[in-house]
Each structure stands twice: as structure tokens, then as C-alpha cells.
């Protein structure tokens, strides 16, 4: 058994001995797919990775950007509802104007 021991486990995980790299190569958009599903499936691939200063992303002309490089973050304020939830409506209202300012700094 190569890791028999969750202890011994424990011990190699807290020293970084090893570590996993995950290779995702993206092809452009088809031509036949839209760009909304083009744009939701590449959403949903990369939804689950949460440590951004472990991801780099490499194009083709040699560039590297790493995930801390790319990361915007902005606070907001968001109401609760009687219920003591938080106000779906606002939040979405909120993200929506968010993405206008992103792509408004593209242009």
C-alpha cells in the first residue's frame, strides 16, 4: 500500500511533497455553437476551481496569466429580506451592473 498511513498522509500533504497539476487545453468557440453556450460550458468547467494564485493560464503566443493576475473582486452591499435572506433581485441587479463595468473596461 503506497499511502497506508493517514498520518504519514498528513505529514506528506503538510510538507508539499506532492502536488497535482491540471492540464485543461480550451479550443476556440465552434462555429456552429453559439457564443452564450460557448460561454456558459466554459463557465461550468472552470466554476469548481477555487484557488486562483494555483491556476496560470498560457496562450498560444507564449503569454502567461495566473488566476491572481486575472482576479477582480468588487463589495457590495446587499439587502435581507424579512426573512433574513439576502435580496436575490438586488444581488442580481448588483452582478449584472458589474459585468457592464468589465466589459465596459475591454472596450
Do not use: C, H, W
Amino acid at each position: 500500500m503506497l499511502f497506508g498511513d493517514t498520518e504519514e498522509l498528513d505529514n506528506i500533504r503538510g510538507e508539499e511533497l506532492v502536488s497535482a497539476k491540471l492540464l485543461l487545453k480550451i479550443r476556440k468557440r465552434p462555429s456552429d455553437m453559439a457564443e452564450d453556450d460557448y460561454n456558459r460550458a466554459m463557465s461550468a468547467m472552470t466554476r469548481q476551481i477555487t484557488n486562483d494564485s494555483g491556476i496560470a493560464i498560457k496562450t498560444r503566443q507564449g503569454g502567461t496569466y495566473t488566476g491572481e493576475a486575472v482576479k477582480d473582486v468588487k463589495e457590495v452591499e446587499v439587502e435581507l429580506t424579512e426573512n433574513g435572506r439576502l435580496n436575490e433581485q438586488q444581488l442580481k441587479q448588483l452582478m449584472e451592473q458589474y459585468l457592464q463595468e468589465l466589459e465596459n473596461r475591454q472596450s
